[in-house]
């Protein structure tokens, strides 16, 4: 399978990425994970992102295209991959046409998470995540069994620095501004579908998987 989850900032495409690496075993494409990580290796390309990230923008496609293209040539990728926030503009969706092409792949299908705005401020203000493992939690919604740290591997918890609630509404603006229209972009070629991103997160899986089956 090769998919992209589609969903607004906080809309929980990260958390079904995890669960869908546990249940079958191909790789999640976060671009949002690969940028922070170059921010925290302090490389250049990390640097130059940090400036977007912080103000809530979208990094410049320059930079992430060339990112993805080095992913999805890595070998674990010829399983298939789940692609979490990315494209997030039209100029992406059609870069990654052509970049899968070249690879003679192509997508197997879109799933959008929708979350009612009003929800997401929530999520977001109140999410951490482990340093060691990834791990996400919520101290509103799923809180860690002990403040700060990992209920699997007791590793710290951290906030995000986009997770600012000013931070917040400039991404919500360019969810709705960039991203959203790309809902149009993959119903146009037949593979889009939805679920409702509300309800327990083992209820939204489960709707996920019976997209991705067919069912
Ligand atoms: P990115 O890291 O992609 O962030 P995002 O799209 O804003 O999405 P989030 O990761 O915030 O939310 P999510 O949907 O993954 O939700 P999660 O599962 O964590 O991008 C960050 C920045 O990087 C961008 O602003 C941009 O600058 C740059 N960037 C990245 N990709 C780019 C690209 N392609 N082009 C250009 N720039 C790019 O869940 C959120 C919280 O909710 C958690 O606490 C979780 O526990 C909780 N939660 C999840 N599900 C539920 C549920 N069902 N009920 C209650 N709580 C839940
Ligand atoms: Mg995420």
Not at 105 to 110: N, R, W, Y
Not at 113 to 131: A, N, S
């Amino acid at each position: 399978m090769r998919i992209v989850l589609l969903g607004a900032p906080g809309a929980g495409k990260g958390t079904q990425a995890k669960k869908l690496i546990e249940k079958y075993g191909m790789p999640q494409i976060s671009t949002g994970d690969l940028l922070r990580a170059a921010v925290s290796a302090g490389t250049a390309l990390g640097k130059e992102a940090k400036s977007y990230m912080d103000k809530g923008e979208l990094v410049p496609d320059s930079v992430v295209l060339g990112m993805v293209e080095e992913r999805l040539k890595q070998d674990d990728c010829k399983k298939g991959y789940i692609l979490d926030g990315f494209p997030r503009n039209t100029a992406q969706a059609e870069a990654l046409d052509k970049m899968l092409a070249a690879l003679n792949m192509s997508l197997t299908g879109a799933v959008s998470v929708d979350v009612p705005f009003e929800d997401l401020m929530k999520r977001l203000t109140g999410r951490r995540t482990c340093k060691a493992c990834g791990q996400m939690y919520n101290i509103y919604f799923s809180a860690p069994k002990k403040e700060g740290a990992c209920d699997k591997c007791s590793g710290e918890l951290y906030q995000r620095d986009d997770d600012k609630e000013a931070t917040i509404k400039k991404r919500l603006e360019v969810y709705t501004a960039q991203t959203e229209p790309l809902m149009g972009y993959y119903k146009n070629k037949g593979i889009v579908n939805s679920v409702a991103g509300t309800g327990s997160i083992d209820e939204i899986f489960s709707k996920v998987c019976a997209i991705l089956e067919g069912k």
